[in-house]
């Protein structure tokens, strides 16, 4: 909840404009939770409706400074459309944070192409898509975070096509960092293993197909591959955020932050 009696982070960002898609859920909604208590306006862009609207229920905040916005990243019309929304909100945008992702879990020769093309639609021409209509609205000095992940840099099984689209968003924010460039700025952050309920969804579905056959020992065997020892929280995630569009990174563009507890998955 946010009440403006606690606030969770220093940064003031004095009204500017944030959008954050996958803003239902996760790393999406922690990211605009911290906005908006950096006293920024938030746009919670999402598919679902439902989920925008259960998280903007949640969020307690004057209602000029946040806005539900319903998109779907991987059609053009529908970007194009909802950053047009909010920019004619709030008069321009300030950052964009290219949240929305999803993945499926198969072996690289087992996948489906529909997977395939599915994942790769959300995950890196989503990103390409946002940037495409957020740049015409955003306001010199702006800022693009694009959520890529460490499986951009470390193979895992089970989740070639997610490596693959995260690898491409992290050659995306290097290309966009050159033509941006100077007047606005694009890094990356590469989240680790987010405490969710996709842990234990990922851990169930290793079982069903056989490729292992006890959960505990699957967990046990991630964390001992992070040297902190614990699964990163979404918030975590969202303070990076915060940093890489706040100006105390004003001098930051082209850089990928890596934000996993010390992680070496192989």
Do not use: Y
């Amino acid at each position: 909840m946010i009440d403006g009696t606690h606030p969770q982070t220093h940064f003031d960002f004095g009204g500017r404009v944030v959008v954050a898609t996958g803003g239902g859920c996760g790393i999406g909604l922690a990211t605009v939770q911290a906005f908006l208590e950096a006293n920024a306006r938030g746009a919670l862009v999402d598919r679902d409706t439902d989920l925008i609207a259960s998280a903007t229920e949640g969020l307690v905040v004057a209602e000029d400074r946040l806005r539900g916005i319903q998109m779907d990243v991987a059609e053009d019309a529908s970007v194009a459309a909802g950053m047009e929304t909010i920019a004619s909100s709030w008069g321009g945008i300030n950052g964009t944070v290219d949240n929305a992702g999803i993945c499926t879990l198969s072996l690289a020769l087992d996948l489906d192409i529909e997977d395939w093309n599915r994942v790769l639609g959300v995950n890196l021409r989503g990103v390409w898509l946002c940037a495409r209509h957020c740049r015409p609205q955003m306001r010199d000095g702006g800022t693009f975070v694009n959520i890529a992940s460490q499986a951009a840099q470390c193979a895992q099984k089970f989740t070639a096509h997610c490596s693959a689209s995260k690898t491409g968003v992290i050659g995306l924010t290097r290309a966009l960092t050159v033509e941006f460039a100077p007047e606005v700025r694009v890094n990356a952050i590469g989240p680790g293993t987010i405490a969710s309920d996709m842990i234990q969804a990922g851990v169930d579905w290793r079982i069903m197909e056989g490729h292992d056959t006890e959960g505990g020992a699957v967990v046990d065997d991630w964390l001992r591959r992070i040297a902190m020892g614990r699964f990163q929280p979404a918030s975590a995630i969202a303070k990076a955020a915060l940093f890489l569009t706040s100006d105390l990174s004003s001098e930051i563009t082209d850089e990928k932050l890596i934000v996993s507890g010390g992680a070496a998955m192989v």
